[in-house]
């Protein structure tokens, strides 16, 4: 009977401490925003080229703060348009091709991207590739400074979340473009969780993102 009390306690101890640590370090989860867009309209596809996504992170250290700014290329993309109107979409980024646009020092530039393709931050050797999928097109309200509401889907090193932001479309003759506002997003959530010894400073989990866009209407 001892040998059993002494089982049972041991277990229940175990299973205590699974499920507090379990709470501590909860699995980073994928989300869906379900999928309303229609595709029966004119297809364009991205043009690769004259398209890109901007990115700007944040570190705060002691009283100053600083920023680094940068780039990434589309790999593939394409929308479709009905009746001059934005109805659905899909983009690849290479995110291969990060960038970055403020150092000026060769050395320090190398070590940021290094970084930030490494496992700390976008594992870009596991995860070459981010998506975005558009899920919803709305106008915006009168008297925006933006013409359209986009709610879609992003996926970021594997884990996909629900992001929406507003954009001005503009359709022209066999010409889409796409500007988004600047927005950010928590790297947090899409597993991204590197920080800095606290005597280096502090890197902020916000993330600002913008994409323009080019696409040429498929002939």
């Not at 934005?86 to 000026?104: A, H, I, P, R």
């Not at 931050?121 to 009168?142: H, L, M, R, W």
Request: proline share 3%; aromatic share 6%.
């Amino acid at each position: 009977m001892k040998k059993a009390s002494l089982i049972a306690a041991f277990l229940l101890i175990s299973a205590s401490v699974c499920i507090i640590s379990c709470g501590k370090d909860k699995p980073v989860g994928s989300e869906n925003n379900e999928v309303l867009t229609k595709t029966d309209g004119q297809v364009y596809v991205v043009d690769t080229l004259n398209s890109r996504a901007e990115w700007k992170g944040f570190k705060v250290v002691k009283s100053e703060n600083m920023s680094h700014i940068g780039s990434l290329k589309f790999e593939s993309g394409e929308v479709t348009v009905k009746d001059n109107k934005l109805e659905s979409g899909q983009f690849v980024v290479d995110m291969t091709t990060l960038t970055n646009e403020d150092l000026k020092d060769d050395e320090s530039k190398a070590k940021l991207i290094s970084q930030l393709k490494s496992e700390d931050f976008f594992d870009t050797g596991k995860f070459p590739t981010a998506s975005y999928e558009i899920t919803k097109v709305t106008e915006a309200p009168a008297g925006s400074d933006y013409n359209t509401i986009l709610d879609g889907n992003l996926t970021l090193k594997g884990i996909t979340k629900p992001f929406s932001c507003n954009a001005n479309v503009k359709v022209g003759e066999g010409e889409l473009t796409i500007a988004t506002e600047p927005k950010d997003i928590n790297r947090d959530e899409f597993g991204i969780k590197f920080q800095l010894p606290a005597a280096e400073g502090l890197i902020k989990n916000e993330i600002n993102l913008q994409v323009k866009i080019k696409a040429l209407e498929k002939k």
